[in-house]
């Protein structure tokens, strides 16, 4: 949905309905989930951060890995992080979908 009005003249506008931001530690493996992501999707932001979980820093680094595009599924979205979890060998996975907070974790 295009909020923005008319189209603007002289160049051209697209609007990304969809945001997925997964978080994802620096562990074994990471790389070429991150590899997948940038060969499924046209563009990607990474920012590195240190993580805090269960009331403890982690020694380990994290990275958010941000897509923006259209028309995702989020029961797809869901089933893709519990790969990467199971991928990475993590009790649980966050991802964000469209501003909201999903944790993934094993049975």
Do not use: W
Not at 4 to 27: A, H
Not at 46 to 54: K, N, P, Q, R, S
């Amino acid at each position: 949905m295009n909020t923005l009005g008319n189209k603007p003249d002289g160049f051209k506008l697209q609007v990304l309905e969809d945001s997925v931001k997964f978080y994802l530690p620096r562990v074994e493996g990471y790389l070429e989930v991150i590899r997948n992501m940038a060969k499924e999707y046209s563009g990607m932001c990474l920012i590195e951060f240190d993580g805090y979980f269960e009331g403890k820093l982690e020694p380990i680094k994290y990275v958010r890995a941000e897509i923006h595009t259209n028309h995702m599924d989020e029961k797809s979205i869901i089933k893709y992080a519990n790969d990467i979890r199971v991928s990475l060998k993590q009790k649980s996975l966050a991802v964000e979908f469209n501003n909201r907070m999903i944790l993934v974790d094993e049975e």
